[in-house]
């Protein structure tokens, strides 16, 4: 059974050419990134989406897709989720996926609310929670144990401890 999986999140076009910069949601930007692949998108009207060149530029992939020759064809793609389906990750039990955190409710330990998931950064160093407070502002969390201690897919809750100011950090 075949599962899908969001290879990399489409951001800000970069240059003239039609290029534009991508978070990655993948192990494996090599051997998912890759000319001549075709992805599935979300929304799905902005697909399917041909990669014609990748590269790195300052540790950020930029990517160019058939048909979009330019800035204002890049720009329509900004946050499109290039997906791919995939039998081998299905078990991959090492970490957590943007499209299974999106909207959970973020707490504190002692219940509180904070607000809800907005958006997972993959980073190579650390992850970054994106989370939405209940006031509207956005507020960066390190994706590590010690600052979100506990993850409950059936109650759709993530819950953080964060240092002193962290939260108001966005306003």
Request: glycine share 10%; charged share 25%.
């Given at each position: 059974?075949s ?5 990399a999140?489409?951001g800000?076009?970069h240059?003239?050419r039609g290029?534009?910069?991508v978070q990655v ?8 990134l890759?000319?001549?692949t ?5 929304p ?8 014609v060149s990748v590269?790195q530029?300052?540790g950020?992939?930029?990517l160019g897709?058939?048909g979009?020759?330019d800035?204002?064809a890049?720009e329509?793609l900004r ?8 039998e081998?990750e299905?078990?991959d ?9 999106l909207g ?6 002692d219940g509180r ?5 907005a958006a997972l950064?993959v980073?190579?160093?650390q992850d970054l929670l994106?989370v939405?407070?209940t ?5 960066l ?7 979100v ?8 809750t993530?819950?953080v401890?964060?240092?002193p100011g962290?939260?108001?950090?966005g306003?």
């Amino acid at each position: 059974m075949s599962q899908t999986f969001v290879v990399a999140r489409v951001g800000k076009p970069h240059g003239l050419r039609g290029e534009v910069t991508v978070q990655v949601h993948t192990d494996d930007p090599a051997g998912r990134l890759v000319p001549g692949t075709s992805f599935a998108t979300d929304p799905p009207q902005r697909g399917p989406l041909t990669l014609v060149s990748v590269r790195q530029h300052q540790g950020t992939y930029l990517l160019g897709f058939e048909g979009h020759p330019d800035r204002t064809a890049a720009e329509a793609l900004r946050g499109t989720r290039l997906l791919v389906e995939d039998e081998a990750e299905e078990d991959d039990d090492e970490g957590w996926r943007e499209e299974d955190l999106l909207g959970f409710a973020v707490t504190l330990t002692d219940g509180r609310p904070v607000g809800e998931v907005a958006a997972l950064h993959v980073r190579p160093v650390q992850d970054l929670l994106e989370v939405r407070t209940t006031s509207g502002t956005l507020v960066l969390v390190p994706f590590v144990e010690e600052l979100v201690p506990r993850i409950d897919e059936e109650e759709r809750t993530v819950v953080v401890d964060p240092p002193p100011g962290l939260l108001e950090l966005g306003e």
